[in-house]
C-alpha cells in the first residue's frame, strides 16, 4: 500500500472552490429559469477534477451532464447518482456502439454514419436508444446539416429506433454578443427543432447562456462560466474558482551581467534578487511565459526572468524587502492578484487551455462549506 498523500508531498497547490463552482451553477441557472441547466465537466471538469467537480454540481440539483468522450463517461456515472444523464458530445466511434448503449448514457448523433450506426444497434437490441441529435446550424464542426435533420423528422422508423431526448447545436461566437452570426444560427436552429415537436432543445454554451432568452432553449450546457472564467461581455455574476500557487525552492543574488536559465535569455541589467519557484511547462505553466508573465506576492507583481523550464521558473523579487520572502514560501500564480484570464492573455492564449493544461503535479485542494479536501491528481476517490 502507498501512505496516504499529504499535502507536503507537493510543491504546488491548486485550489478548486466547489462552493464558487456550485455559486455559479446557480447563477447561470436562475438567469435561464424556466430552461434547464446542465454542466459541461468534458476533459477532466476543464482540468479541475471530474471526480470531485461532478458531485458538487449534482448536489447543486444538476440532472444533466456533457463530456466530449465515451472514455469521461464512465468515471463520471461513477461519481453520480443513478438519475444522472451523461451526454456524449463526440457521439458515437465505430465500435463504441455498445458501450454508448450503457444505462444513463446519451450519445450525439453528429453525422448521418453515426445515425446510421446507431438505429443499426437499436434494430438489433429490439428496443428505441436514447440519442441527442446535433445540428450544424453554421459552424462547420460536428452535427448533421439541417437538410438531413429535418429529413429524419419525417421517417418514422427514426423515430421508432432513437428515443431522442435533445435536439442541439453550437454557437461559434456566443462570447462576441453583436455578432451577427448568433442571430443566424439560432435561425437555422430553430428552423430543424420545429420539425421535432416535443423534443428538448439546446444551443447555449457559458456565452450563450447570457444572450438574450431566445438562446436559452429547454437545456443550456455552460462549461467555463461555472469555473468562473468570464464568457463574454454581458456575463455577470460568477466567481473566480481556481487558485495557483507554487513554492519558491531557492533564493539567491545575481550581480549586473549575470546570465538566468536556459540560453541565457535574460542578463541582469543590475544587481537582482531571483527566488526559483515549482512550476513548470510540464505543469501547464506555459513556456512562452518567459520574459512575459509574473508571479505574485504581497501585492507585488514579480516578473518571470529567462526562460520557464520543464519544472521550475524564475522570478525577479528585487521589489520586495529582503525578509518578505523564505525558501519553501508560496508564491500566487493564479487568485486574487493575477486572474486567470490574465494569465491566458500574458501567453496569448484563452483561459479555457491554461485551465485544461493545469498539470498533473499540482496538489488539489478542494474547498467546500469550510473544509477542505486534497485530493493528488488522478485520485478518483
Ligand atoms: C465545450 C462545449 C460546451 C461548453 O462550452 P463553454 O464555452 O465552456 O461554456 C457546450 N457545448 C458544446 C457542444 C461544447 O463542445
Not at 507554487?246 to 531571483?274: K, M, P, S
Request: glycine letters at 12%.
Amino acid at each position: 500500500m502507498p501512505s496516504p498523500i499529504t499535502i507536503d508531498a507537493f510543491s504546488s497547490r491548486l485550489s478548486v472552490d466547489l462552493d464558487a463552482i456550485r455559486a455559479n451553477y446557480r447563477t447561470i441557472a436562475g438567469r435561464i429559469a424556466p430552461a434547464r441547466c446542465g454542466a459541461v465537466v468534458k476533459a477532466n471538469a476543464y482540468g479541475l477534477g471530474v471526480a470531485m467537480v461532478g458531485p458538487a454540481l449534482y448536489r447543486e440539483g444538476c440532472r444533466t451532464f456533457f463530456v466530449a468522450q465515451l472514455c469521461e463517461a464512465g468515471p463520471l456515472a461513477q461519481v453520480l447518482g443513478s438519475d444522472a444523464e451523461i451526454i456524449i458530445l463526440n457521439g458515437i466511434d465505430p465500435g463504441s456502439e455498445a458501450l454508448c448503449a450503457e444505462p444513463g448514457f446519451v450519445p450525439v448523433l453528429n453525422s448521418a454514419t453515426q445515425v446510421e450506426r446507431w438505429r443499426t444497434l437499436a434494430r438489433a437490441k429490439g428496443r428505441p436508444l436514447p440519442a441527442a441529435l446535433q445540428v450544424d446550424s453554421g459552424m462547420s464542426r460536428l452535427g448533421l446539416p439541417p437538410v438531413e435533420a429535418i429529413d429524419l423528422a419525417s421517417h418514422p422508423a427514426f423515430a421508432r429506433e432513437v428515443d431522442l431526448r435533445l435536439v442541439m447545436s453550437h454557437l461559434a461566437c456566443a462570447d462576441e454578443p453583436a455578432r451577427a452570426a448568433n442571430a443566424e444560427q439560432l435561425a437555422r436552429f430553430r428552423a430543424v427543432h420545429a420539425h421535432f415537436p416535443g423534443v428538448p432543445a439546446s444551443i447555449a454554451n457559458s456565452g450563450g447562456a447570457f444572450l438574450g432568452g431566445e438562446f436559452h432553449g429547454d437545456l443550456a450546457r455552460p462549461g467555463v462560466a461555472l469555473f468562473g472564467v468570464d464568457p463574454g461581455p454581458l456575463a455577470e455574476g460568477l466567481r473566480p474558482v481556481v487558485r495557483l500557487d507554487a513554492r519558491i525552492l531557492q533564493i539567491r543574488t545575481i550581480e549586473a551581467g549575470t546570465g538566468v536559465g536556459y540560453g541565457f535569455e535574460h542578463i541582469a541589467a543590475a544587481r537582482q534578487r531571483l527566488a526559483t519557484i515549482a512550476i513548470g511547462y510540464a505543469d501547464g505553466w506555459p513556456r512562452c511565459l518567459g520574459g512575459v508573465g509574473a508571479a505574485w506576492h504581497g501585492g507585488m507583481r514579480l516578473p518571470i526572468v529567462g526562460r520557464v523550464s520543464m519544472d521550475s521558473t524564475t522570478v525577479d523579487i528585487s521589489a520586495l524587502p529582503e525578509e518578505a520572502l523564505h525558501e519553501g514560501d508560496f508564491v500566487e500564480l493564479i487568485g486574487p492578484s493575477q486572474s486567470l484570464d490574465q494569465v491566458a492573455r500574458d501567453a496569448g492564449t484563452i483561459a479555457y487551455e491554461i485551465l485544461t493544461q493545469l498539470g498533473a503535479r499540482h496538489a488539489r485542494i478542494y474547498l467546500e462549506s469550510g473544509a477542505a479536501r486534497v485530493r493528488a491528481p488522478g485520485d478518483h476517490r
